[in-house]
């Protein structure tokens, strides 16, 4: 019980302590704001959704995510994020009939300074939330290069988004 209240002591002067360190560190302000209020995107986000359009590319009621581009096979056979970048999103291989190998996707993993980009890792402008939906309707990385052609395009919904990034947000944990 004590043990309990000590955390949540803990925990709430970590709290309130995160605004002024976030002040404070130049550059990186964008990258925290995004964690702060990522609390609120994922008001009501559907785990099981999310984890249908990863796996599946289809929402839990069984509609399609629309797409554009990346290989053949996708049209023909269907899949989602899973079938390129792993069960767990955790990428290093390189799907069917492409070049490039990918890179893990778990939010945390694209949300941190280093993950691993292709074959190589190197540092990396940390993905937000919003760049992570312009990468996947634009094929544009946070650097403002661009992606690969075997990354397909994925025109997601507002709620659809929401519910994919809260399952690529579990892989991670
Ligand atoms: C047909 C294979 C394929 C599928 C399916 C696929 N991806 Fe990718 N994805 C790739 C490849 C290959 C790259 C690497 C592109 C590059 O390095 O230029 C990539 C890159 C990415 C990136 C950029 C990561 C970075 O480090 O910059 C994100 C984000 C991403 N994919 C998310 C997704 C999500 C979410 C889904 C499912 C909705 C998905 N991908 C489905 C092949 C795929």
Sequence with gaps: ????????????????????????NEGRG??????TSMGDFFK????????????????????????AGGPHWLYMHGGGCASCHGEKGQGGFTPMMCNKKTPPISLKALMSDEHEHGADKEKHTPYT?????????????????????????????????????????????
Excluded at 30 to 35: F, G, L, N, R
Excluded at 44 to 67: D, H, P, V
Excluded at 131 to 136: E, G, V
Aim: proline share 4%; aromatic share 10%.
């Design 30 to 35: 964008h990258d925290d704001e995004s964690k």
């Design 129 to 173: 939330i919003e760049t992570i939906k312009r990468a996947l309707e634009f094929s544009i990385n946070p650097a403002a290069e661009r992606l690969d052609p075997c990354m397909p395009k994925w025109y997601l919904r507002e709620n659809d988004f929401r519910d994919l990034l809260f399952y690529m947000k579990s892989i991670g944990e």
């Design 44 to 67: 009501g986000a559907s785990k099981q959704n999310g984890w249908s359009i990863f796996y599946e590319g289809m929402t839990l009621q069984g509609k399609r995510i629309e797409i």
């Design 1 to 24: 019980m004590t043990n309990l209240y000590l955390k949540l002591t803990l925990a709430m002067v970590i709290l309130t302590l995160l605004p002024v360190s976030a002040s404070s």
